[in-house]
């Protein structure tokens, strides 16, 4: 991801009836994520082909550039199945965590940009065991 400021997004996917919809919600609004040209849907819990797709999008929002498609393979493999069947909201925070572990260098972002934390005065000390 690059430095430029983007707001707090999530991820909506629902099933209906007929199809499934994915949507990008934001403070500044709803977008619903398109499969393009492609015959798949973006379903979670469909076809490999709609798994890819779904990656895709998901990859390329929270990066803001076209994922390889080894990592869209691996997001599809490893992450999309988890995403409960009935429908999900995503973070797209989740989305980056994954990249930061499983991702490609050139897909990672930098320490100091993606840990809140790194804002705190004081870091917490103990776990809650010890109160």
């Not at 934001?26 to 849907?41: D, F, K, P």
């Amino acid at each position: 991801m690059r430095g430029e400021s983007q707001p707090h997004t999530y991820f909506v996917g629902r099933r209906l009836p007929d199809g499934t919809e994915v949507f990008t919600v934001t403070a500044e609004g709803v977008n619903r994520l398109e499969a393009g040209e492609a015959t798949a849907a973006l379903d979670w819990h469909g076809t490999t082909a709609a798994a890819m797709k779904l990656s895709e999008q998901l990859l390329a929002w929270a990066t803001k550039e076209r994922p390889s498609r080894d990592l869209q393979s691996r997001f599809a493999l490893y992450f999309v199945p988890r995403l409960p069947h009935r429908g999900f909201v995503l973070d797209a925070d989740d989305v980056r965590r994954w990249l930061r572990i499983a991702g490609e260098p050139s897909q990672r972002v930098p320490a100091a940009k993606r840990l809140w934390t790194a804002h705190l005065r004081t870091p917490f000390h103990g776990s809650a065991s010890d109160a």
